[in-house]
């Protein structure tokens, strides 16, 4: 018994040092409590054992009873285990995978009306993920007293703050000893960039609402050690950080339930809200998420179920791929962009035939708040083909291509996409027709390119004005001189490159009589003619 007693105690505590490490969620739908229980099974068949024959070597005739029951538990739950998880998956639950979360079919004709429209510059959010996080480090860089003791989060969430959309990222521990050094005054801030003009910069809290609770804290301020203890039987799923309209700093972690066989093809069912300051959390359906709460899918997630409904659209066992369609996503997981549409954050893709071919079929569009789907078919050039063709255009600089987003410009289907030198940093801005990727235009400015687009792609009517010259400034625009004006009585900027006439040089002053032609766009009148009375 003496020997018995003792080897389950050792057993017992080894057992919870293995929840402490693993913390899975105590719920049998669980992949991971599964692994849990057999780890547990192993602890104990090995001890038992061991204490078996120590006993049986040096004292007293032992019996295996215990090891043997041990040995039995763990054999059951792998065989049981693995039964379950055979169940659970793709082979025998395709259809379950495949309806696990709706994708909508939108009425044909409508893609382009559903894509972001672009009048201005003002309407391209041109900072991805990737270039946030260049101008993140550099935002970081000039807080010299934090950088031995903190990294930025590769994160970059968007979201919408008080009317305005950012790429918001936390601070972080850079590491196990620099969280003892600085545990008691936490995590000082996070990074913001305003996906529109490209401006970074790191708030720092105030100590009250500095970030004790955070994924790269050790101990009773790790964030999920710290949620397991009040949530012991939740299946956690992906998170990510965002704060709300007064500037609290929270992270938002999604619960998942498995639709398919025990554990499969598990869905988001909820949020858990953590204020990342006290710790504090709560609990929420999907139905009372605060509106605050930009992002309650993740990017993967989304894919992963995007990918579930096209590939099992006649099973497990198509191996022909009939009708198999796959994500941009899919091939390379740079492809997809994200953008506001009003309050909302909307995820873009492009959806193509499973072998991969240049050319999309049509693409997809999910809100990240409330997960809804939509699959718009239009075919067109697939993104990689876009990338090229601007990149074909500036060969001579050897920039990377940028994500690539889909927006409408003027009723067309058009990419948009930055071209970046080899520090991640960008140096144009290009627009390639889907339809017709051997239509692109490059420039150094979103305006210009936006106006140089239209050019390619639109037959705009010039219209003619004439008058007296009221007033003339001068600027250097994409390294080409630039006048702006404007005529007596006529409340209108218009813009005339040098390259337009060269006599403009001397001869566009106040008080000069013009005739001119020009195409409106926005608030100027772009000049294409002018001659001098």
């Not at 018995?4 to 899975?24: D, F, K, N």
């Not at 025998?92 to 382009?112: C, I, P, S, T």
């Not at 941009?328 to 873009?348: A, E, T």
Request: proline share 3%; with cysteine; charged share 15%.
């Amino acid at each position: 018994m003496i020997s018995i007693v003792i080897s389950t105690v050792i057993s017992a505590l080894l057992s919870g040092g293995l929840y402490y490490l693993a913390q899975p969620a105590l719920n049998f739908a669980s992949g991971g409590f599964w692994w849990f229980l057999f780890g547990v099974g192993v602890i104990f068949t090995i001890v038992e054992w061991l204490g078996f024959y120590i006993a049986d070597e040096c004292c007293y005739n032992a019996h295996p009873l215990p090891a043997i029951i041990a040995s039995g538990f763990t054999g059951l739950v792998a065989v049981v285990g693995v039964i379950l998880f055979l169940a659970s998956t793709e082979m025998f639950q395709a259809n379950d995978y495949r309806n696990a979360h709706e994708v909508k079919l939108a009425n044909e004709g409508v893609a382009v009306s559903a894509l972001p429209a672009v009048d201005t510059k003002d309407d391209i959010p041109v900072i991805d993920v990737y270039t946030a996080a260049k101008l993140g480090d550099r935002a970081m860089g000039v807080m010299e007293k934090y950088l031995s003791q903190y990294e930025v989060s590769n994160e970059y969430t968007l979201i919408e703050y008080n009317g305005e959309f950012f790429r918001i990222s936390p601070l972080e521990y850079g590491g196990f000893w620099k969280y003892n050094n600085s545990k008691a005054t936490g995590i000082p801030g996070y990074v913001m960039v305003n996906i529109y003009s490209g401006e970074a910069k790191l708030v720092e809290l105030p100590a009250e609402l500095a970030i004790r609770y955070a994924p790269s804290a050790f101990w009773g301020k790790d964030m999920f050690r710290h949620l397991r203890g009040q949530y012991g039987g939740t299946i956690f799923g992906d998170y990510h950080f965002e704060i709300d309209e007064t500037g609290t700093p929270y992270y938002i972690i999604s619960t998942m339930k498995p639709t398919a066989g025990v554990f499969g093809a598990s869905v988001v069912n909820g949020v858990i809200i953590m204020n990342a300051a006290t710790g504090e959390s709560q609990k929420f359906a999907l139905s009372n998420v605060p509106e605050w709460v930009d992002n309650v899918y993740s990017i993967g997630h989304l894919m992963e179920e995007i990918d579930w409904h096209f590939s099992y659209i006649h099973g497990a066992f198509n191996f022909s791929n009939k009708d198999v369609r796959r994500t941009s996503y899919y091939f390379d997981h740079s492809q997809y962009y994200m953008y506001p549409d009003g309050g909302d954050v909307i995820l873009y893709t492009g959806v193509t035939s499973a072998g991969n071919d240049e050319s999309n079929i049509g693409f997809i569009l999910a809100n990240m708040r409330t997960g809804e789907i939509t699959y718009y078919a239009a075919p067109g050039a697939e993104e990689s083909s876009a990338q090229a063709s601007a990149k074909g255009l500036v060969q001579q600089y050897g920039y990377s291509a940028g994500p690539v987003m889909l927006v409408n410009i003027d009723g067309i289907e058009s990419y948009f996409l930055t071209l970046k030198d080899n520090q991640g940093l960008v140096k144009r801005y290009a627009l390639v027709n889907k339809e017709d990727y051997n239509i692109v235009a490059v420039e150094e400015m979103v305006d210009k390119v936006v106006f140089s687009y239209r050019q390619k792609v639109t037959t705009l009517e010039a219209q003619g004005d004439a008058g007296v010259v009221e007033s003339v400034y001068e600027a250097v625009i994409n390294g080409n001189t630039t006048y702006i004006f404007k005529l007596v009585g006529i409340d209108t900027y218009y813009l005339s490159d040098i390259s337009v006439s060269y006599a403009q040089h001397s001869r566009l002053t106040a008080g000069t009589t013009v005739e001119l032609s020009y195409i409106e766009q926005s608030d100027v009148r772009i000049v294409e003619n002018i001659t001098f009375k």
